[in-house]
Structure formats: structure tokens, C-alpha cells
């Protein structure tokens, strides 16, 4: 896309499918792979037909050290699926100006594979990295409140208010035991955060065989660990928040 001169606002360019839902947004005010180039002249920008991928909490994929150690590696992929074939749009946006352009992304016909079978893949990859990013907020969530009693600890002089806040935090750290291991170093294979790591474990043969057929296997594993995270309250674990809301 050509720009005459370099737009003194943000540009955006959105990938949306054939229901006019966003797939990928670039914006010029983005960094990283969402960057988007907005200079004056001949522009161009890729997209690798991948969705989003699942969100990750901070510290998670990291190695930080400071009051508390935390270690967690997932070993297993939570990037966003590919896009099935069919119908997109592209809508660039600079100031006042808008323009949309209809696209095909066609099937390699060297494979096998239907369509139909890639939807079914996709699916369960969107669910997947969905549930991922579930787990991933609650335990941002989690670190947030570790954080606050944390700072009450340090700030209270009032030794009944520190008693339950150490109280909260020690709960809460065995709540949270099997979605982020904290306080612990060592070999990061044997430290990942367990329930995110199993949910990845589902994508990674899709993503090493993005165009084989999806077999049932990777759905009754979906159902069994959607089945254990309601089984251990996961999906309504109330956090209490001193002197605050609650955090669910």
C-alpha cells in the first residue's frame, strides 16, 4: 500500500473473516510482529495467516529473580492456529481514510486433507488456546494479589492485618499450585506450570501436522482436562483481596 506522506496519526490494518470477526489487527503504533509500517512511499506488511496467541502472564516463559523466584516454562505450544481457507477482508485505516480488500487463502492442493477436516482442526485449536489463555489470566490474577499482600506485609505495622495476609498468601499459593510454580529453581522441565503445559501438549501434534486429519484422541484429552480444572474448582476459585473486591 502506498502512503503520500508519512499520517500524523495511528494506521491500523485489520484482517477480519467472512463473519466480520478480527482475526489480526497491525497497527504503526504496535512493535514486535503487530507492527505495521506507515512511512512515506511503498509499504508492505505480511501476515502468516496465524491467529493470536493464547496469552501468557507475565513472568511465565521468563526467568525472575527478585523477593520471590519465579521459574515456569510450558512446555508445549500456545501460538494461534492457522487460518482456514476461504474469504477474508483487509481494512486499512490512516486518519479519515478507510479501505477494505476481500482476499482468498486457498488450500496447499498437494494435501489431503478437506477443509472441512482443517475447520475441525481449528476449532479445537481456538478452544484450546482459549482455555490457555484462561488459566494464563487467572494466574496473572494470582500474582497480582501475591504481589498486594506482599506490599502489606511490608507496609502494615499491625500484626493481626499481617497474620491474615500471610495466611491469604500461603492459600492462595496452594491454590495455585499446579497452574505456577513459585518459589523454585532448578531443571525447568520438571518446574512448568502443569495445567497449561497439558492443554499445549493438545496443540503440539496439531502444529506438528497442521494438515493431517484431527483424531479423536485430541478430544477426549480437551474433555478430560476440561473435566479435571471444574473437578479442582478451578473456574470458580474465589481470591479474597485484602481491604478490595474479591478477584474470581
Known amino acids: 500500500y502506498a502512503v503520500a506522506e508519512a499520517p500524523d496519526g495511528e494506521v491500523t490494518l485489520q484482517i477480519t473473516d467472512q463473519a466480520g470477526n478480527v482475526v489480526r489487527t497491525f497497527s504503526s503504533e504496535a512493535t514486535g510482529t503487530a507492527a505495521l509500517p506507515a512511512e512515506a512511499g511503498m509499504n508492505r506488511v505480511v501476515w502468516d495467516l496465524r491467529y493470536p496467541a493464547a496469552f501468557i502472564a507475565p513472568g511465565v516463559n521468563e526467568v525472575r529473580s527478585g523477593v520471590r523466584v519465579r521459574v515456569a516454562v510450558i512446555t508445549g505450544f500456545v501460538g494461534g492456529p492457522l487460518a482456514v481457507p476461504g474469504t477474508y477482508q483487509a481494512t486499512l485505516r490512516a486518519d479519515d481514510f478507510s479501505q477494505t480488500q476481500s482476499f482468498e487463502v486457498l488450500k496447499d492442493p498437494r494435501i489431503p486433507t478437506t477443509v472441512a477436516e482443517l475447520q475441525e482442526n481449528f476449532d479445537l485449536s ?3 488456546r482459549d482455555r ?13 494479589v501475591l504481589d498486594e499482600l506482599e506490599a502489606v506485609e511490608d507496609l502494615v505495622d499491625d500484626a493481626e492485618i499481617r497474620r491474615m495476609a500471610q495466611s491469604i498468601g500461603v492459600d492462595l499459593e496452594v491454590v495455585g499450585s499446579e497452574l505456577y510454580k513459585h518459589e523454585l529453581e532448578g531443571d525447568h522441565a520438571h518446574l512448568h506450570p502443569k495445567l497449561t503445559t497439558e492443554y499445549a501438549r493438545v496443540l503440539d501434534p496439531l502444529f506438528s501436522d497442521l494438515d493431517g486429519r484431527l483424531e479423536t484422541i485430541y478430544q477426549t484429552r480437551l474433555a478430560e482436562l476440561n473435566r479435571m480444572l471444574q473437578e479442582r474448582g478451578y473456574e470458580t476459585v474465589i481470591v479474597p483481596r485484602p481491604g478490595g473486591p474479591p478477584v474470581s
Open 126 to 128: 481456538i478452544r484450546v
Open 132 to 144: 490457555i489463555s484462561e488459566i494464563q489470566r487467572r494466574i496473572a490474577a494470582f500474582n497480582d
